[in-house]
Each structure stands twice: as structure tokens, then as C-alpha cells.
């Protein structure tokens, strides 16, 4: 017992330096690493200062979404009377257009993945936590999913409910979460694996608190970093459908409408295809290096 | 007689995001023909790294610097094919690990005779030969059979026979073994350290044992170095440092192990504390923290390792007031 | 001293699927094959064996963590295996187990007190903040770690403290058994006597009964009361500290202590090692009769047809083997 003292007398020298200092989750430490990650914070700040513009810039134009300028159609970018941006074949003002669009696209991106990311997550923690021949159907399902092509099962929905941009947000998510399944699963099966979930399993703690508190945080690393990708391909997917004439509906825009329509006028008037254009790549960029930021950050190792 | 391996002042550090890591630090030690050394301590006392640094084995993002002289060559100096014709011709190494040292997909015979064609430019029917006697050596029963066979084919204890032939057939002037049993089983750990008693009996080659265990350090070694937070803080032939050990973490460390042979119906003496962090080591002795009998001097100074007797070296302050 | 745990002929097979695609087989890995035992109140039980004897499988089985395929568990008195899940899951309290691992078995999201609190909201859901914190602190201070560090996490410590979280956690609930499985193999020497003599501790003032898996000889002749040898998932002898170390009678036990190295060069080089020829044989395919007879020097006939049965001497003492009094 005395020996026993002295050890912990010894151990309260040693880190009475450093009990001083609060612990630092896993999570700070990630958060520290990405502040210091300076594509990934300048990719941040562009897509915050991107964001406000879409909420604000249509204030600050003159103009609103149905104003057609009758005097100024299709001219290009100008200071002289506030069509910044230049206008359409229509006489719309591309400025409006640009940022009404964000709005549309980055919400259709962030909502579609937020759809995607809670049925994903629970989807795939349940089949690889729960295994064995549960996990396997629940995995076998996905399989039959992912066969039917995106494409065609949207085309069925707008045809049967008729085009509506909630429908978009739906159809996109609906098949976005198959991919953040597997992923889900895959990282669950490894950490199940680990000692702490049977330590906890032998501590009497129920399935459904393992699942939250100790599966769920530990494969969330890989998820955001899916996450942060999937807002892009989503926001590229919207296009495609655009493009297609399945997406949002007039006088409502979206970047990818904006890019399929200013694709027509290419060699009349290619600010109405380089303007949408330029911002929808930046956005990608955006992502994709917070992306890369929070990949290093929370999985140092990989480095 | 002339040293087979000499470090002189080596240092191994190792660049990290949280900035330079030493690991090891201003080492030197010699190494005669024929003897058994030693090396011991814990896990980050830097006795790999030592040799890892040494045999130009070490990660991407570490540096070795002093002098390594193998055979009147300064090895830090050489370019890798230059490295590479030493080491596992004149010079070889075993690692604790032995499945992930043999290639999966070759034949273990012709691993082994690969060795002999590439360093040696023997003819494939002379290596052969001269395979089959070292394993012969090894006891490895059945050898025909076993040449033809693949490395998952074998057992743990059997792969460690097949790295230590393939560190032999060279006949090598210094092997260096990195917890060469430390993976294996108790009955089987006895097999193979049965093996390299023969061998000492048997080669000329000087051997470096790199372990924690200081039971195996017992029954092999000629030569003890104790290693501690990247240098080395005792040095003793093998009978004195067990029985008379100098500085005060040997004494902590053959106190504090339960012994096989003893019955001690008490708490054991361990070392309290922890091992040092080596990004942030102490200004004075590292063990300062951890002594008992640790001072204000101890704190502040470090103790430099110094000649006791003849054979026996050790760093700290209070053997020199004593 | 009454036993608080027997276990009775337990058996846990895992079926391997063996051969090709076309002519595949079930096979059983028989990791634990009717092993029985017993554990007194407060005592000290040493599980010895190589690996894939089965000595963790056996842990595992005890706690009911995987379900064995045959045999009883009676925990005072009560059959575990026959427990419906909810109901062993309130049995779990008295039940407990640490890793080998320190590292692994702390969640590396949720800082000490966090760990240390999940088994108590487990155990009672009702349990206050306040009265939670204060057992945590508690038993914080008595494995040797400072209340202070309660909100940092498994990252921020070494092995050996990590080692201690995990023994936090399995104390709080004040239970009766705890196994552990190779709680010290992941440690530094310096930091093995630290957490062995911890244990012995918590054992002696709780009256806690451990059972303590090792490989490890040495630690078990330090900490245990009775010694249990395995090898490729039986017993092979079962005896008192004392006995089983200074006088083993079965084969395989002489083989294993005197395989182990002794940190004494005159006595270590004077000792005659008893060394066993070949490996472990595979559990998939284990020998006939005893298992241990491929690699006995005392092997015969008899021990190929024949298993040996579990024979008891006075002082309880347990072996199995056809010739120990050879």
C-alpha cells in the first residue's frame, strides 16, 4: 500500500504540468489540424462568401427574376446599367440569375446529402453492426437498388408526381445513400472488431446505445469526408437533370439550368455559359478541397 | 582485435508534424568479433532504431547521423547498392515479425537460394547445397519437402528458422536480431533460442540481440547494453550487470519483474512513472523523474556514460559521488 | 473458501468452412472442448497455454460474450448459457473483463469519465450526475490516476495508464469476478510490475475473484492461487500455485516452465531446457487421443487411441495424462 502510495505520488508530479491542461478530443485535435489546412480554409471561406452572395446579391440588383429589360436583351457583362452580369436572350438579368441559382443548387446539394447521409448512416451502422445473415439482406437490397439506374427512376417519379423541386431533392437522395451504405457498413464491420465494443457489450450496455455512442462516432470520419465529396456530385447531378429538362422548373434557376441554357448561345453570348459555369466549378473546388482538408485532419495516419 | 561494427556518436531522430524526434541520441558502442550483445529496454528506448539507423533501414522521414564503421567502412557514407551488396551477405538482420520479411509468393527454397546467387554468384545446384546444410542446422524437419513450400505454408516458429538460414547462408560477420522470439510461444521461444546457443557455439559472427526480455539476455549474451529514452545508461558483461547492476533503472528493472524461480509473496518494486516523452525530454538525466535517489544535480544535468571498470560503463551522477 | 463461479464441461466449437468451392466442409474448431473448473470467492485463478489453446475463447465464453456450444457456467449457482439476453445483461454488473489491449478497448471518442460512467447508466439508468461523478473520482483515485484527469482522453495517456482506465471500468461496478485476459502482455516491463501489483491490490481489498489469462509463467506464479494449464482447448493439469510450480506432473506444464528464461545468467545457462520437438498442431485438425501426444517425450500407444480423463489427487490436484506417473 505505501509502495502503492508513492506511485501515485510520483504520477502527480509528472503530470501535474499537464493535468492542468484540459483533455483535447480527437475532434479538436481534427479541427486544430484543418485550421491550419490552408486550401481546405480557403475553400471554406470562398464557399461561405458564395452562400451570402446567393442570399444577398439579388437584393442588390435593381432587378428581380421576372424583370425583362425589353431595351437590353442578350447583352453582355456591364457597369453601366446595373446588369452586372450582363442579360439573356430574354432580357433577364444574368447577375439575378446566377445567385437565385446558387441558392437553388446549394440547397439542392447540402439537402439531398443530409437525405442521402441519415439514411445511409443508420441504414449501413444496422447491417454491419447487426451482421450475419440480417446484414447481408439489408446489403443484398442495396445490390438490387444500385441495378436500376439513376436516370430511369427519376424520369418514373417526375413522370408519376409531376416536376417539383422537393421531388428532386427526394429522387437524388433516395439514390445517393446506397454508396454511403456500403461505405457505413464497411467502416462499422472494422470497428466492431474492436475491444471497446465488447468491453461495452460485457459492461451490459444495450445494442442500440452502442450503435450511437460507440459505432456511430468512430466510422463518422470517413462520412463527412464522403459528405463534403457528395454535396459537389450532387449539385452536378441537378445539372444533368437540368440539362435534361427534368430538374427545377421556370421562372426558378439553378446553375445547372442557367449552364444548359447558356450552352445554346455559346457563340452569341458566352457569358451566359461562362458566368454559371465559372461558379459551379469553383464550388466543386471548394468542396473538393475541404474534402481533402478534413480527410487529413481527422485520419492523420493516412498522411 | 579490431571491432566488427563500431557506432560512433550515432544520432537517429525522426522529422513528425509535431516537429524533430530524437530517438536515439550521441550512441556509441563497439562490437568485437565472435561476441553475443545485448541490447535491451523498452518499448521508444530506441534500441531498433539503433540498428535500423545503422544498416540505413530506417522510415522515410528519419535521418542517422555520426559515423557506423562496419569493417573499416563508414556505412552512413555509402550509397544504397553499395548498402545493399553488406547487408545480408557480411551483415544481416532478423526481424521480430518473420511473416511479413519473406516474400508470399516465391518458394521458401528459392528465397533462400536467391540470397546465394545474388551476393555470393554461387550456381544454383552449389547454393542449393549449402541451403539444405543451414537448414539442416536449423532442424527443420523434412527439408526437401519444406524448400518447395510457401511461406503461409509454415508456422510462426518455422518462418523464424527460415529468416535466421536466410540471415545464415552468407555466413555474415554480424547478425543482428530484433526480438528475434518475442512473437512466439513459450515452447516454441525455447526452440529457437536453443537454436542460436548452437550458433554461437557453431559461427564466427559476432551477434547484436535486440529484446526486452532480459531472461533471454541471460542465457545468451557476453555483453549487456541497457538502453534508456534513446541512449544507453549502463553497459556490462552479462554476469555483473545481474549480478551487481549500477544505475539505477537496471537495478529497477530486474527488481520490479516477477521471476519464475522465486516466490515473492509481496507487492513487486516496481518503477513508478512512465518512460519519458521523447519529444519533450528533460534537460538532465531522463530517468531523474523515475530514481528514487534522483537529485538536483540529476534534474539538471545530464549524466554522461562514463568508464566504471574496464568492461563496464554507465551514466549517472550518483555513482560518481558513491 | 466457497466457489462462486463452476464451470462445467464447457465446450465452444466454431464452424470453419474448409476445402474449395465445390467440396466444401464444416468444420468444428473445437477452441474450448470440456473444460471444467471452479473459482472461489476472492481467489485468484491462472489460465496458462499457448497460443490457440483457447484461453481467451474461455474468458469470452465465462461472460457469456460468445455462447458456448455445450456445458454449464453456474455463477453462484446459476446456469449463465441457459439466461435470456436482458437477464444477463443485469448480470453482467458482477461480471467483468479487461483487455489485453489498453489502447483498443477505450473508445478513442469519449474522454475517462465518460468510459468510466458507461457502465454505471448500463447498470442503473437512474444514477445522478452527481453520485456517478463521485464514484468515478472514487475509483478513479484507488487504480492510481488523478480525478483531475477525468476529461481528457485515451490518446493524451501511455499504455500502462490506459490499462488502468480499462481496470476503472471494470471496477465501478464493484464486481465480484473480473477475467483478464493478458492484461499486462502489451506492457512495458517497468509498467507490468506497476499494473500486476494494482491488480493484486484491488484483488486482496475487494475480495474480488480474478481469473487471469497469461502466457506469461512469471506473472501468474506472482499473482495467482491456482494454476489451470490448457493446451489446444483442454485441461491438461490444475493445481495449487505452489504445487503445480514446484512439482508439475504433467508433461507438457515441465515443458512450459522450463522453457521459460530465467534473468539469471549462471542459472540460465546451467539449466537443462526441456525442449519440445515441432509446433503447435493446428486446432482444426487436432491430434487423436491426447492432444499433447505429438510433441510428448513420453507419448505411447495408448495416448494415440485413447483420451486421457481429468484425474484428481489429493489437493485437488488435476491432470490429464496417461503417464505422469511414469
Given at each position: 500500500m505505501a509502495l502503492f502510495q508513492s506511485q501515485s505520488d510520483a504520477q502527480l508530479k509528472l503530470m501535474d504540468a499537464a493535468v492542468r491542461m484540459r483533455g483535447r478530443s480527437l475532434w479538436q485535435d481534427a479541427l486544430e489540424r484543418f485550421r491550419r489546412n490552408t486550401a481546405a480554409m480557403g475553400g471554406v471561406i470562398v464557399l461561405c462568401l458564395i452562400a451570402l452572395m446567393s442570399m444577398i446579391g439579388p437584393l442588390i440588383s435593381p432587378y428581380t427574376l421576372e424583370d425583362l429589360s425589353w431595351e437590353a436583351i442578350g447583352i453582355a457583362p456591364t457597369m453601366t446599367n446595373s446588369h452586372w452580369f450582363g442579360t439573356d436572350d430574354t432580357g433577364r438579368d444574368l447577375w439575378v440569375l446566377t445567385w437565385m441559382g446558387a441558392r437553388v443548387s446549394l440547397t439542392i446539394g447540402v439537402m439531398t446529402t443530409i437525405v442521402a447521409m441519415s439514411i445511409g448512416v443508420i441504414y449501413g451502422a444496422t447491417a454491419g453492426y447487426a451482421g450475419g445473415r440480417t446484414g447481408n439482406a439489408m446489403m443484398r437490397f442495396v445490390d438490387v437498388l444500385y441495378a436500376l439506374p439513376l436516370l430511369f427512376f427519376i424520369i418514373i417519379l417526375v413522370t408519376v408526381f409531376g416536376r417539383n423541386i422537393y421531388l428532386v431533392f427526394l429522387a437524388i437522395g433516395c439514390v445517393e445513400w446506397l454508396t454511403m451504405a456500403r461505405i457505413v457498413r464497411g467502416q462499422t464491420l472494422s470497428v466492431k472488431r474492436k475491444d471497446y465494443i465488447e468491453a461495452a457489450l460485457a459492461s451490459g450496455v444495450r445494442t442500440g446505445t452502442i450503435i450511437r455512442r460507440h459505432v456511430i462516432p468512430n466510422v463518422i470520419g470517413p462520412v463527412i469526408v464522403y459528405v463534403t465529396l457528395l454535396v459537389p456530385t450532387n449539385i452536378l447531378v441537378e445539372s444533368y437533370l437540368s440539362f435534361l429538362g427534368l430538374g427545377v422548373q421556370e421562372p426558378l434557376t439553378s446553375w445547372g439550368v442557367l449552364i444548359s441554357r447558356g450552352a445554346n448561345s455559346l457563340e452569341t453570348a458566352p457569358w451566359l455559359l461562362l458566368i454559371p459555369a465559372t461558379f459551379l466549378a469553383i464550388t466543386m473546388f471548394c468542396f473538393n478541397f475541404i474534402g481533402d482538408g478534413l480527410r487529413d485532419a481527422l485520419d492523420p495516419k493516412d498522411r | 582485435m579490431n571491432p566488427v561494427l563500431t557506432l560512433d556518436h550515432l544520432n537517429v531522430s525522426f522529422a513528425t508534424n509535431n516537429g524533430e524526434v530524437s530517438a536515439v541520441s550521441d550512441l556509441s558502442l563497439s562490437i568485437t568479433p565472435g561476441e553475443c550483445v545485448g541490447i535491451v529496454g523498452e518499448s521508444g528506448s530506441g534500441k531498433s532504431q539503433t540498428f535500423l539507423g545503422a544498416m540505413g533501414l530506417l522510415a522515410n522521414n528519419g535521418t542517422a547521423t555520426g559515423r557506423v564503421v562496419f569493417q573499416g567502412q563508414d556505412l552512413l557514407t555509402l550509397d544504397r547498392a553499395a548498402l545493399n551488396k553488406i547487408r545480408g551477405d557480411r551483415m544481416a538482420m532478423i526481424f521480430q515479425d518473420a511473416g511479413t520479411s519473406l516474400t508470399p509468393h516465391m518458394r521458401i527454397g528459392d528465397q533462400l537460394i536467391e540470397v546465394l546467387t545474388t551476393h555470393k554468384g554461387h550456381s544454383r545446384q552449389a547454393a542449393r547445397q549449402r541451403v539444405l546444410e543451414v537448414m539442416e542446422s536449423m532442424r527443420i524437419p523434412e527439408i526437401e519437402k519444406r524448400l518447395t513450400q510457401y511461406p503461409h505454408e509454415f508456422s510462426g516458429g518455422m518462418r523464424q528458422r527460415v529468416m535466421i538460414a536466410m540471415a545464415l547462408v552468407c555466413e555474415p560477420d554480424l547478425l543482428i536480431a530484433d526480438e528475434p522470439t518475442t512473437a512466439l510461444d513459450v515452447t516454441v521461444q525455447a526452440q529457437i533460442l536453443n537454436l542460436f546457443r548452437a550458433l554461437k557455439r557453431h559461427t564466427k559472427s559476432a551477434i547484436v540481440l535486440i529484446t526486452h526480455d532480459l531472461g533471454v539476455v541471460a542465457g545468451l549474451c557476453d555483453r549487456v547494453a541497457v538502453m534508456y529514452a534513446g541512449r544507453i545508461v549502463e553497459e556490462a558483461p552479462v554476469a555483473d550487470i545481474f549480478a551487481a547492476p549500477k544505475h539505477p533503472y537496471t537495478q529497477g528493472l530486474l527488481k520490479c519483474m516477477p521471476r519464475l524461480d522465486q516466490l515473492l509473496d509481496a507487492e513487486l518494486d516496481a518503477i513508478p512513472g512512465q518512460p519519458p516523452n521523447l519529444q519533450n525530454l528533460p534537460?538532465?538525466?531522463?530517468f531523474a523523474e523515475r530514481c528514487v535517489n534522483a537529485n538536483t544535480r540529476c534534474h539538471n544535468e545530464r549524466p554522461a556514460l562514463r568508464e566504471l571498470s574496464s568492461a563496464r560503463r554507465a551514466a549517472c551522477h550518483l555513482l560518481e559521488a558513491a | 473458501m466457497s466457489a462462486v463461479l463452476k464451470v462445467e464441461n464447457l465446450k465452444v466449437h466454431f464452424p470453419i468452412k474448409t476445402g474449395g468451392f465445390l467440396n466444401s466442409t464444416v468444420v468444428p474448431l473445437k477452441a474450448v472442448d470440456g473444460v471444467s473448473f471452479d473459482v472461489g470467492a476472492g481467489e485468484c485463478l491462472g489460465v496458462v497455454g499457448e497460443s490457440g489453446c483457447g484461453k481467451s475463447t474461455l474468458g469470452r465464453a465465462i461472460l457469456q460474450l460468445i455462447k458456448p456450444t455445450d456445458g454449464r457456467v453456474l455463477w453462484l449457482g446459476e446456469n449463465l448459457c441457459d439466461l435470456a439476453p436482458e437477464a444477463m445483461r443485469q448480470k453482467r454488473s458482477d461480471l467483468q473483463l479487461v483487455f489485453q489491449d489498453p489502447l483498443s478497448s477505450l473508445n478513442p471518442r469519449l474522454s475517462v469519465a465518460e468510459i468510466i460512467r458507461e457502465p454505471l447508466y448500463a447498470a442503473d439508468p437512474s444514477i445522478s450526475r452527481g453520485e456517478a461523478d463521485q464514484r468515478i473520482d472514487e475509483i478513479m483515485s484507488d487504480v492510481g490516476l488523478l480525478p483531475e484527469m477525468r476529461n481528457r482522453y485515451p490518446h493524451e495517456f501511455s499504455g500502462g495508464q490506459c490499462q488502468r482506465i480499462a481496470i476503472a471500468r471494470a471496477m465501478v461496478l464493484k464486481p465480484k469476478l473480473i477475467v483478464c485476459d493478458e492484461p499486462v502482455s502489451a506492457l512495458d516491463v517497468s509498467i507490468q510490475a506497476q499494473v500486476i501489483n494494482l491488480l493484486r491490490k484491488l484483488q486482496r481489498e475487494h475480495g474480488l475473484s480474478l481469473i487471469f489469462i497469461s502466457h506469461d509463467l512469471s506473472v501468474v506464479r506472482h499473482l495467482c492461487h491456482r494454476v489451470m494449464v490448457l493446451y489446444l482447448g483442454r485441461m491438461m493439469e490444475l493445481a495449487d500455485r505452489d504445487a503445480l510450480f514446484a512439482k508439475p506432473l504433467h508433461p507438457y506444464t515441465q515443458a512450459l516452465l522450463s522453457a521459460v528464461p530465467i534473468p539469471d545468467p549462471a542459472l540460465e545457462r546451467a539449466k537443462e531446457p526441456l525442449i519440445l520437438s515441432g509446433d503447435l498442431p493446428s486446432p482444426l485438425h487436432p491430434p487423436s487421443g491426447c492432444v499433447f501426444r505429438t510433441r510428448c517425450p513420453k507419448a505411447s500407444p495408448k495416448c494415440i487411441k485413447e483420451v486421457p480423463a481429468v484425474e484428481v489427487l489429493s489437493g485437488g490436484h488435476q491432470i490429464a495424462c496417461h503417464h505422469w506417473q511414469d
Open positions: - | 534537460n538532465g538525466c531522463a | -
